[in-house]
């Protein structure tokens, strides 16, 4: 009993939930700084991904290297990621859920918001724990100036319990978090004026239905549906699909319009085709028969497909050491007590380099006070060490 404890814990509390601070697992956190003493700013060239993983694997994170990679393809992928963290170069896989390259072939360097993620992070704003073995540091929280774990959204399954965290538009949680520091007491309503709902990077229409829930008890449901429109080509009337619900595979939702209608759920289609392209990452085109009623069809597709989902918000994440459900301005305000603790140590950091540096000047300009006295003492002193001594002594009398 106390072992399955133990090991429950250890997959909460290391492996699968984020941490509110900062909105990452260990895994993500030891990817990102790995990177970052490896020198790959969004400034700097890439380098092989086998590399990355290589670094993070003996160093940081002592799992399977397939379980790293599949981290850091996770975390370049923008059609999983609202903002990238990684940026990737190769084949990082697909929305139609073709995997990536093998990690010797593809490279990668950190994306300018990772680099921010990171930001005075050499300044003493975070503590660091020795690695597992103890031959370098790791950071516990990342100092992140944004409020990563709503902006990206997060999901894992722990033991006994799981975190699914939709992502956010930036601009819009960035305006509610200045909102609440101007209004500590703000209520949901208000900033739901700020903060309106989830920002998929598939894109799609939301359901204003159940956000309210979510946001208020930290738990809650919401329809997602892909974005379609009604076009007349030759007389004939098209469906054409140019955005779907948030982690639905494209190739598996071809496939499943295909089989309604071959079961005779959706008879009215003539034919169906994936133009999508780099210009057009998501373009399904549907025709339908003459005579078909287009928005009849439609409503078959949202009925018997995946384009219209739902999406279940569990707002679970670590707070001090716990996992906790959180309402979403609850989560702003953990997040807001991380950054004020972050620019605290930052600010005592540079003060703490500043007195040092005052101290040395005025010792400088006492020296230039009393030149004649110091070079005298330099010079009737044998060594180095007994002019410092001699004039330790000399600055004691003046």
Known sequence: ???????????IIGRALPDARDGLKPAHRRVLYGMKTMGLSSTRGYRKCAKIVGEVMGNYHPHGDASIYDTLVRLAQDFNMRYALVDGQGNFGSIDGDPPAAMRYTEARLQSLADQMMADLDKETVDFVPNFDETTEEPTVLPAPYPNLLVNGSAGIAVGMATNIPPHNLTEICNGLLALIEDPN????????????????TGGRISRAGIREAYAGGH?????????????????????????PYQVNKTNLIQTISAMYKAGKIPDIAALRDESDRKDPVRIVIDLKRGAIPTLVLNQLYKYTQLQSTFTIINLSIVHGEPRVLPLIDTMRYFLEHRQDVVTRRTQYDLDKAQERAHILEGLLKALDHIDEVITLIRASNTGAEARDSLKIGRAHV
């Not at 809650?220 to 007349?232: F, T």
């Open 220 to 244: 809650g449901g919401l329809k997602v549906r892909g974005k379609a429109r009604i076009d007349e080509k030759n007389g004939r009337n098209q469906i054409i699909i140019s955005e779907i």
């Open 1 to 11: 009993k106390r072992s399955y404890m133990d090991y429950a814990m250890s997959v």
């Open 186 to 201: 703000i209520g949901l309503d208000e900033m739901m004026t700020h903060v309106q709902g989830p920002d998929f990077p």
